[in-house]
């Protein structure tokens, strides 16, 4: 159950990026194995403006990088892909918790 001060649109963000992030990563990993950097970073840019909508900084900050060194041509931005998954379990995990109620949560996205 959702906490009483929470405000409406909050469970139906949480929801919805729940449903949706698989997709997005999809996209960007399909991207990723095709080799297309311009597709890496439209994939990221629509991953991070999803990422942002909840308040998940730091996976929208390991997006940006991605997005960012994917408009560079960067192959290296590749190289943050562990980083990426990591931080989308970490979000995910957040995000069950604020579903689960009070006390379920930590601070660490």
């Given at each position: 159950?959702?906490?009483?001060h929470m405000?409406?649109?909050?469970?139906?963000?949480?929801?919805?990026?729940?449903?949706?992030?698989p997709t997005?990563?999809?996209?960007?990993?399909?991207?990723?194995?095709?080799?297309?950097?311009?597709?890496?970073?439209?994939?990221?840019?629509?991953?991070?403006?999803?990422?942002?909508?909840?308040?998940?900084?730091?996976?929208?900050?390991?997006?940006?990088?991605?997005?960012?060194?994917?408009?560079?041509?960067?192959?290296?931005?590749?190289?943050?892909?562990?980083?990426?998954?990591?931080?989308?379990?970490?979000?995910?995990?957040?995000?069950?918790?604020?579903?689960?109620?009070?006390?379920?949560?930590?601070?660490?996205?």
């Amino acid at each position: 159950m959702m906490a009483a001060h929470m405000p409406e649109i909050v469970p139906v963000l949480i929801d919805r990026f729940l449903e949706v992030a698989p997709t997005w990563f999809n996209d960007l990993v399909v991207a990723v194995e095709t080799g297309r950097l311009p597709e890496v970073g439209d994939a990221a840019h629509a991953y991070r403006s999803g990422a942002l909508s909840i308040r998940a900084h730091r996976l929208a900050a390991t997006l940006h990088a991605i997005e960012a060194g994917a408009d560079r041509a960067d192959e290296r931005c590749l190289d943050l892909l562990p980083e990426l998954v990591r931080r989308l379990r970490a979000v995910s995990e957040h995000l069950e918790g604020v579903r689960a109620g009070p006390g379920a949560t930590d601070s660490s996205c």
